[in-house]
C-alpha cells in the first residue's frame, strides 16, 4: 500500500513538472535587447488581451499598437500575437509578406496577390491583372464608371436632404453602395444600380417622422437593395475574424465554410463571377476582346486577353477557370468595398476646383469625367494626401524578416513580423528621438525628407497646404513627399489598386464638393470612432448637406 501511495505521488509529481514545463514553454519567447510588455511576456495569450479588450471598447484593432507605443515611449517593441518606409521600399529582400496580414484573406481567396509570397506565382498574378490598372483602361472605362455611379450616389443624397430638412443623416452604408456599384462595374461592366435604386425609392416618399431633438441624427427609410450587396457586405465584413479572433485564420476558415449566412453570400458571389468568366470568354472567342476593341467594358475582358497572351508565351492552353483567375477577380472586388466639413477647406477646394475647371463654370454644367481626369488641380491632389494620411484608411503595413535584420540597432530574428503603424508618432505628432547611427545607410538617405516633416508644428492638423510648394517663379505644385504616407503600402508589394483608388477619389470629391456643401454639425453628433475590417472604416458617416453656392 505505501509503495502504491508513493508511486501515485510521483506520478502526480512528474503530471505537475511536465504541465509547469509545457506551460513555460508555451510561453511567449521576447527577444532580446527590444523593448515589450513585461506583464503580456507571462501570459500565455500574450498582448491578445488587451487587443480584444481594446477592439471591445472601442471597435478598432491595429490602434492599441499606437496606444502601446505611445505608452512605452519606445519606437520600436514586441507585442505577443500569433505566429516604414525604407523596409518597404529598400529592403525587400530583407521583409516579405506577412502571415498575420495574409490571414485576413487566405480564407476566401487562397490565391490572390495579397495572400502570395513575393515568388513566381505572385509575378504572374500582377502580369495577369496588370492592363486593369494601366492609364487607357482607368481614364477610358474606370473613369466613366465611377462618374456615373457618384452621381447617382448624389442623386441619393439630394433626396436624403430633402427629407432632412437641414439636419444630419447618415450616409456611410450610401458610400459602401457607390463604392460596390463602381468596383462592379468596372470589372464585369454591368452596374448592380444599389446607389439608383435607393435614390428611386426615395422619391415616392414625401415625408418621413422628425426626432424631437433637432440636434439628434434623422433615421431614413430602409432601402430595398440588391441582394448581392449584402452578400458582398457580409463577406467583406467577415475579414473582421482573423484580427479580432484569438483562433485568427482558423476561425474564419470555419465561418467560410460553416457560417450558413456567410456561405449564402459566398454561393451567391461564386455564382455570379464564374457567370461573368464564362461570358467573357466568350466574347474573346467571338473575336471582340483585344485591347483596341471599342467592347472593351471592363477588367475581365483585358484579363481573359491577359491570360491568353501569357499561355500564348509559355506554350500552354489558357485556363480558362483557373483559381488564379477566380480569386483575382474575387479579392478585386473585395478591396473595392472598403475614406471635411471644415468651411475653409471646402471653400479653398471648390475655388481651386471652379478654377481649373473653367469651361464647366463657363457653360453652366458640371466638369466631365474625361475633363477631371485630364487637368490637374493641385489643391485636390494635396486634399486628398491629407485625407489619407488622417483617416488610416490601412493604420498598418506587415512584413515579415526574411532574415536576421538590423532595425533601429536591434537585431529582428527571421520569421517575426514586423508592424509599421501608419498614425500616431512621427505620422500625426512628433517621433521619438533616435541615434542616426541606429539606422542603416539606406534609412539615413531619407534623412532629409524626415527631417523636414519633422520640424512642423502642426503635424496633428488637417492642412492640405502642406503638400503644395511654391518656385522661384511663384507658380504652385504638388508635392507627394511633403509628409509620409503609408496608405498603400510601397515597393513592390505597394497596394496593387493605387490608380484606381485615386482615381475614384478625384472624381467622388469633385463632383461632391462641386454639387454640395457640407454644413458644420451638431457637436455631439461630431465622433470619429472607427472600425477595423478590411481597412480602417468610420463608425459612422453623419453629414448636414446643402447644394453648394
Known amino acids: 500500500m505505501p509503495l502504491a501511495i508513493q508511486t501515485t505521488t510521483t506520478l502526480l509529481f512528474l503530471i505537475i513538472l511536465f504541465l509547469i514545463i509545457l506551460y513555460h514553454k508555451a510561453l511567449p519567447k521576447p527577444n532580446p535587447g527590444i523593448h515589450y510588455d513585461k506583464g503580456s511576456a507571462r501570459r500565455l495569450w500574450g498582448d491578445i488581451p488587451d487587443a480584444l479588450a481594446h477592439h471591445a471598447k472601442t471597435g478598432e484593432s491595429y490602434s492599441s499598437l499606437t496606444k502601446k507605443c505611445i505608452e512605452m515611449q519606445e519606437p520600436i517593441f514586441q507585442v505577443f500575437m500569433r ?19 495574409r490571414d485576413v484573406l487566405i480564407a476566401l481567396f487562397p490565391m490572390e496577390q495579397a495572400v502570395l509570397y513575393t515568388n513566381d506565382q505572385w509575378r504572374f498574378n500582377r502580369k495577369l491583372m496588370a492592363d486593369a490598372m494601366k492609364p487607357e483602361f482607368l481614364n477610358q472605362v474606370a473613369a466613366p464608371e465611377v462618374y456615373n455611379h457618384t452621381l447617382d450616389m448624389i442623386t441619393l ?31 464585369f461592366g454591368m452596374s448592380i444600380g444599389a446607389c439608383r435604386a435607393g435614390a428611386e425609392q426615395l422619391r415616392s416618399v414625401e415625408r418621413i417622422a422628425m426626432p424631437e431633438d433637432a440636434d439628434a441624427v434623422v433615421a431614413m427609410p430602409e432601402a430595398d437593395l440588391p441582394g448581392i450587396f449584402h452578400h458582398l457586405k457580409a463577406i467583406v465584413e467577415s475579414c473582421e475574424i482573423p484580427i479580432s479572433s484569438p483562433f485568427g485564420r482558423w476561425h474564419h476558415w470555419f465561418a467560410v465554410n460553416f457560417y450558413p449566412s456567410l456561405r449564402r453570400a459566398i454561393k451567391a458571389r461564386d455564382e455570379i463571377v464564374n457567370t461573368q468568366i464564362t461570358q467573357a470568354w466568350k466574347i474573346y472567342d467571338e473575336g471582340g476582346a483585344s485591347k483596341n476593341d471599342v467592347r472593351i467594358k471592363c477588367a475581365l475582358n483585358l484579363i481573359v486577353e491577359r491570360e491568353s497572351s501569357l499561355a500564348r508565351k509559355e506554350g500552354r492552353k489558357p485556363d480558362r477557370y483557373s483559381r488564379v483567375l477566380f480569386d483575382e477577380l474575387a479579392g478585386f472586388l473585395n478591396a473595392g468595398f472598403g475614406t471635411t466639413s471644415s468651411t475653409d477647406v471646402q471653400r479653398k477646394l471648390r475655388q481651386s476646383l471652379r478654377a481649373v475647371h473653367g469651361e464647366a463654370v463657363r457653360s453652366g454644367r458640371m466638369p466631365q469625367a474625361e475633363e477631371i481626369t485630364r487637368e490637374t488641380c493641385h489643391y485636390l491632389d494635396a486634399f486628398i494626401d491629407e485625407v489619407l494620411r488622417h483617416s488610416a484608411v490601412v493604420p498598418l503595413n506587415i512584413r515579415v524578416a526574411t532574415t536576421d535584420v538590423p532595425l533601429l540597432g536591434h537585431v529582428v530574428p527571421k520569421g517575426v513580423d514586423v508592424f509599421m503603424l501608419a498614425n500616431g508618432p ?9 541615434d542616426e547611427l541606429k539606422r542603416t545607410t539606406t534609412s539615413r538617405e531619407l534623412a532629409a525628407d524626415a527631417d523636414r516633416w519633422c520640424e512642423r508644428s502642426d503635424m496633428g492638423e488637417f492642412v492640405p497646404e502642406r503638400w503644395l510648394v511654391v518656385d522661384e517663379k511663384g507658380q504652385e505644385s504638388f508635392d507627394n513627399r511633403a509628409a509620409p504616407l503609408q496608405s498603400f503600402g510601397a515597393g513592390i508589394r505597394g497596394c ?10 478625384r472624381i467622388i470629391y469633385t463632383l461632391i464638393v462641386w454639387n454640395l456643401e457640407i454644413l458644420p454639425l451638431p457637436s455631439e453628433l461630431e465622433e470619429f470612432k472607427s472600425r477595423d475590417v478590411f481597412t480602417h472604416n468610420a463608425q459612422n458617416v453623419r453629414v448636414r448637406l446643402a447644394p453648394a453656392k
Open 496 to 505: 496593387y489598386g493605387k490608380r484606381l483608388a485615386y482615381l475614384e477619389m
Open 426 to 434: 512621427s505620422m500625426t505628432s512628433p517621433a521619438f528621438p533616435i
Open 83 to 101: 505566429p516604414a518606409q525604407d523596409l518597404m521600399t529598400r529592403r525587400t529582400r530583407e521583409f516579405d509578406r506577412s502571415d498575420f496580414a
Open 157 to 187: 443624397w439630394r433626396g436624403k436632404m430633402r427629407l432632412a430638412e437641414g439636419r444630419a443623416f447618415d450616409v456611410l452604408q450610401d458610400v459602401q453602395m457607390c463604392t460596390v456599384d463602381t468596383i462592379w462595374a468596372v470589372a
